[in-house]
């Protein structure tokens, strides 16, 4: 059964650009987390996802910041006009729809804005 | 707001040196309580969750409990391999809260 898995594992963009982060769930699995983790700091909330609806955005920042889980492929984070503060590793999670609380998670997206 | 609190921040112990990691919490309403491992430049790897006051699971060197208040990480005759940071994090609502991490370190 494979993992969760995240593309691209490493991107550059410069400041203005739009970086688009995909996430693939393990198999079986229909819900979505998104995480942050800025450098010295801990895993931070952004946003809880199921298939075609954002169920908790609380922790997205309010610009230049989205998501979506579409019906069919990947989760997609998407971050317009990026800054040098976006630079950070963006991890996804996923559960099952059984039920289960665990979130197993990728192996991450390292952002560098230069 | 739902906080946790990982001690010590790092953690060096000698090659067979048990020690335990605590996790204190502040949340209302705790649905489960999450171990997790990561290692530099990788995702967390899931260790263990905790639902209640009392439990306790094992795995290999590695035994966690929880109380009302905070949750413990005990490594028993750890290994090199070990060496890694340990993630403890609280689940109130779907999301999880992370603490910061103990960074486990262990040498010959």
């Known amino acids: 059964n494979a993992g969760v898995m995240q593309n691209p594992r490493h991107l550059v963009r410069r400041r203005g650009q739009e970086a688009r982060l995909r996430c693939s769930p393990m198999k079986g699995h229909s819900h979505v987390y998104w995480y942050r983790q800025l450098p010295e700091e801990g895993l931070k909330f952004m946003v809880y996802l199921q298939k075609e609806n954002i169920i908790d955005e609380s922790g997205m920042p309010k610009e230049r910041f989205s998501a979506e889980f579409p019906k069919e492929g990947p989760s997609i984070l998407r971050i317009q006009q990026v800054v040098r503060g976006d630079s950070a590793a963006y991890f996804c999670?996923?559960?099952?729809?059984?039920?289960?609380?665990?979130?197993?998670f990728g192996p991450g997206t390292r952002l560098t804005v230069t | 707001e739902d906080q946790v609190t990982q001690s010590p921040e790092a953690l060096r112990l000698q090659e067979g040196e048990s020690s335990s990691l605590n996790c204190s919490y502040t949340?209302?309403?705790?649905?489960?309580l999450f171990w997790y491992r990561q290692d530099p430049g990788k995702g967390p790897e899931f260790l263990f969750t905790l639902y209640s006051a009392g439990e306790e699971k094992e795995k290999e060197r590695l035994k966690a409990t929880l109380t009302k208040k905070e949750s413990f990480l005990h490594i028993t005759a750890p290994k090199p391999e070990d060496s890694a940071t340990y993630l403890c994090a609280v689940q109130v609502s779907s999301k999880l809260t992370f603490g910061t991490g103990t960074r486990l370190q262990v040498t010959l």
């Open positions: 949340v209302s309403g705790l649905r489960g």
């Open positions: 999670a996923s559960s099952p729809v059984t039920g289960e609380r665990e979130q197993y």
